[in-house]
């Protein structure tokens, strides 16, 4: 079944360290790809998006993400990650030559230790 | 230029009752689309609309129905409220209708059914 996988529920890094969120999408071809951001009590953001070309794209916030056709993955990263990046992370793809719904995956929730 | 606005921020209905939500997109955009967040089936897409005409739908009941003004304002209306309706709903605009347009979210509505 057509789908898109965040693993990891929750995670935990120490402020300043790397962070890295996986994505995984399961689809026939290489749909739109976004990683969103939202924040408490807020909507969501969006970080940065794939379509096509240049495999590693840059977001705001320090953000980039590497699209990697052969393993079906689009993992967020950020070299040092700041207290104020705790929020909960989606992954989200809109399927080439469907109906342009976009499926959001479950989310990561991020906790950044002082 | 304002973001985009959600009334009303918090509402509580009882089952049975219906409840109608409130988008203002950002001025210029003409795509509003909506989504129900819920801890369980996280976000899913109800709907979009594009120049006053329902773009695209997503696996909703028919309880789930909304429309758009000719200023691109939109509502949403949910009958016959279910307890498992309760989830933050979430508005997002856009400057048009198309997959690799960005969207913007607004804050939410969150609604508790009792």
């Known amino acids: 079944a057509q789908s898109v996988t965040q693993p990891d529920i929750h995670i935990t890094v120490s402020e300043g360290a790397s962070l890295e969120l996986r994505c995984n999408y399961s689809?026939?071809?290489?749909?739109?790809l976004f990683w969103y951001v939202q924040s408490p009590g807020q909507g969501l953001q969006l970080l940065l998006k794939?379509?096509?070309?240049?495999?590693l794209v840059q977001g705001i916030k320090g953000f980039e993400a590497e699209f990697k056709r052969s393993q079906s993955s689009f993992n967020l990263r950020k070299p040092s990650v700041h207290w104020s990046d705790a929020a909960e992370y989606f992954c989200?793809?809109?399927?080439?030559?469907?109906?342009?719904?976009?499926?959001f995956g479950k989310g990561t929730r991020l906790h950044i230790l002082p | 230029k304002a973001g985009v606005t959600q009334t009303p921020r918090y509402l509580i209905k009882t089952r049975g009752q219906q409840v109608t939500l409130s988008c203002s997109p950002i001025?210029?955009?003409?795509?509003v689309s909506w989504y129900q967040q819920t801890p369980g089936q996280g976000l899913q897409f109800l709907f979009e609309?594009?120049?006053?005409?329902?773009?695209n739908k997503g696996n909703f009941p028919g309880r789930f129905s909304g429309r758009q003004f000719s200023n691109s304002r939109s509502e949403m209306n949910v009958s016959t409220l279910e307890l498992g309706d309760s989830a933050l709903y979430l508005c997002?605009?856009?400057?048009?209708?198309?997959?690799?347009?960005?969207?913007?979210f607004g804050p939410g509505t969150r609604l508790t059914v009792l």
């Open positions: 997002a605009s856009s400057f048009t209708s198309g997959r690799s347009n960005e969207q913007f």
């Open positions: 689809y026939g071809a290489t749909p739109y």
């Open positions: 794939y379509f096509s070309g240049d495999t």
């Open positions: 989200a793809v809109v399927p080439l030559g469907g109906d342009d719904k976009i499926i």
């Open positions: 001025s210029g955009h003409r795509s």
């Open positions: 609309y594009f120049s006053e005409t329902q773009r």
